[in-house]
C-alpha cells in the first residue's frame, strides 16, 4: 500500500535562512515522487519530481529534493527562504502498477517571518 | 501553453439548483481530473478520465456527475448538493494516468453551497 506522512504541519522560518520540508513514504511498488506548492485560494503548482532517474532534483524557484530509498524520504529544501515562499507544500506519491493512484501528503504550511 | 483553466471561478448554489463546472485544457493531455479541496486539507481525487473516457470513481456520491465531451473539456454536473459539499474543486491534467507525469492545476472554482 502507498501512503505518503510529511512530518511537520507547519513550518516558520525567517527570511534568507534554510528551508526544509520533511516527507516520508511508503511504496511496494516503484515510485514517483513529486512536491507541490499552493498559494492561498490558488491551485497547484509542481516544483519538481522524481521518476527514477537521479536522486537529486532540481526544481524551480531554487528548490530541491533529495530522494533517498534507504531512509524512504523525498524532503525539500531551499537555501534561502524568500517572502513569496510562504505557501502550502504537498509531497505526493503515484503509482502505475496495480492500478493508477495519486495520494496526497497532510501538507506543510510554510510561514517565513522578515 | 501550459494553462487548465476552471470556470466560474465562484459559485453559489441552493441546494435544489443544478449547475455546472467546466474545466479546460490545450496541452494535448489524455488524462482529466476532479479533485476536492475543504480548507486546510489536501486535494481528495474524485473522478479520472483517461482519453476520454471514466478510469476511477473515488465513490463518490451521485450527486456529482462528470462527463468528458472531448479530450480538452471536463465537466462536472451538480445537482441536489448538500452544504458539506462546500469547497474548491480543482481539475487537472496529465499526459496520460502514468505514474511520472506530472499533473496541471487550473486555479479552482470555490463553491458555496446554501
Known amino acids: 500500500a502507498q501512503s505518503v506522512t510529511q512530518l511537520d504541519s507547519h513550518v516558520s522560518v525567517s527570511e534568507g535562512t534554510p528551508v526544509l520540508l520533511r516527507c516520508n513514504y511508503s511504496s511496494s511498488y516503484s515510485p514517483s515522487l513529486f512536491w507541490y506548492v499552493q498559494h492561498p485560494n490558488k491551485g497547484l503548482q509542481l516544483l519538481l519530481k522524481?521518476?527514477?532517474?537521479?536522486?537529486l532534483v532540481k526544481g524551480i524557484n531554487g528548490f530541491e529534493a533529495e530522494f533517498k530509498k534507504s531512509e524512504t524520504s523525498f524532503h525539500l529544501t531551499k537555501p534561502s527562504a524568500h517572502m513569496s515562499d510562504a505557501a502550502e507544500y504537498f509531497c505526493v506519491v503515484t503509482r502505475g502498477t496495480g492500478g493508477f493512484k495519486t495520494i496526497f501528503g497532510a501538507g506543510t504550511r510554510l510561514f517565513v517571518k522578515a | 501553453d501550459t494553462e487548465v483553466t476552471q470556470t466560474p471561478k465562484h459559485l453559489v448554489m441552493g441546494m435544489t439548483n443544478k449547475k455546472s463546472l467546466k474545466c479546460e485544457q490545450h496541452m494535448g493531455h489524455r488524462a482529466m481530473y476532479w479533485y476536492k479541496q475543504k480548507a486546510k486539507k489536501p486535494p481528495e481525487l474524485m473522478f479520472v478520465y483517461s482519453y476520454e473516457k471514466l478510469s476511477i470513481n473515488e465513490s463518490v456520491p451521485s450527486r456529482f456527475s462528470p462527463e468528458c465531451p472531448n479530450s480538452s473539456l471536463l465537466n462536472l454536473h451538480l445537482h441536489a448538493l448538500q452544504p458539506e459539499d462546500s469547497a474548491l474543486y480543482l481539475c487537472?491534467?496529465?499526459?496520460?494516468?502514468?505514474?511520472?507525469?506530472?499533473?496541471?492545476f487550473g486555479p479552482g472554482t470555490r463553491l458555496t453551497v446554501t
Open positions: 522524481y521518476t527514477s532517474a537521479a536522486t
Open positions: 487537472a491534467s496529465s499526459e496520460a494516468t502514468i505514474r511520472f507525469y506530472e499533473q496541471y
